[in-house]
């Protein structure tokens, strides 16, 4: 079997006598897609801080490839973990799009030509062409992209978004998750912290379901969904159409799923 991309053991954070995150252990596969969930200050968002370097941990430690965070350098973390703020405003910075994402790559003292080859690759990858556009002029939806583009020019492994559809219209959504299973299919682990039922059941493969700060549940998107209890446990409320076919005795995650499933009246 081969070695997770990610893996947490015991996993703790404390601030002061609040426990955020408390032995959290979890191991994530490359080429995942997983939705992390739960209700507000379950610790989801102090989670992902600890996997992208951000925070240290008070206990347990989190492996990238095999290797401890602790024993890495912030830069060398983000070379692995990319992580993508809910509101891109908090990591967007540069006077244009090529400065922005720019400069991490720049930041890891790599030659221009590479540089330059980096930023045109992650541009691409978002769907940008606005290499002079002064990124605060640009629509929510495009700003993300280019969140994203910016962390994708460090070539990480595990990409994590939070609450990525958040503040975006339905074209934008989709634009936006679109882009996220082509990360996935390029190879990338991909992880979403979302409030969103619809964004899981259609993009997700696994779910991890946090609730004061431990992990309730890791598995399939389906069997989170047929379990009410759970669903409550995390806030949520599952999609219409799946709400519909647990009425009828199953649990559909999609409406082709559902006339699928449903029986067909005999030919007269």
């Known amino acids: ?11 703790s954070r404390s601030f002061g006598a609040l426990r955020a995150v408390a032995d959290v252990d979890l191991s994530v596969e490359s080429g995942e897609v997983r939705a992390i969930i739960g209700p507000n200050g379950a610790g989801k ?12 941990p008070t206990a ?8 401890d965070v602790g024993a890495l350098t912030l830069e060398d973390v983000a070379q692995r973990v990319g992580y993508v703020f809910q509101d891109p405003d908090h990591q967007l910075f540069a006077a244009s799009v090529t400065e922005e994402v720019a400069f991490g790559p720049r930041n890891l003292g790599l030659p221009e030509e ?21 990124p605060f002029l640009l629509d929510k939806g495009t700003r993300q ?28 959504q989709r634009h936006m998750l679109e ?28 779910v991890l379901l946090l609730a004061g700060g ?3 549940y890791d598995g399939p998107v389906r069997g ?21 076919g647990q009425a009828l005795g199953c649990t559909p995650l999609s409406v082709e799923e559902l006339l699928s499933w449903m029986p067909r009246e005999p030919a007269r």
């Open 145 to 172: 992209r280019l969140a994203v583009a910016a962390v994708l020019a460090l070539h990480p492994d595990v990409l994590v978004l939070d609450e990525p559809t958040t503040g975006l219209d339905w074209p934008e």
């Open 224 to 244: 989170f969904f047929a379990d009410p209890g759970r669903v409550a446990e995390a806030a949520f409320q599952a999609p219409d159409v799946t709400r519909l």
């Open 45 to 56: 968002t102090t989670l992902f801080h600890l996997v992208s370097g951000l925070l240290r």
């Open 1 to 11: 079997m081969s070695e997770p991309t990610l893996e947490t053991q015991k996993l």
């Open 214 to 216: 431990h992990l309730r």
């Open 114 to 134: 590479e540089i330059a080859r980096r930023v045109r690759d992650a541009l691409d990858a978002v769907g940008l062409d606005v290499g002079d556009a002064d």
């Open 60 to 67: 347990g430690r989190v492996l990238l490839d095999g290797v």
């Open 179 to 206: 882009l996220l299973r082509r990360m996935q299919r390029a190879g990338r682990t991909v992880i979403v912290i979302t409030h969103t039922p619809w964004v899981i059941t259609e993009y997700a493969e696994r």
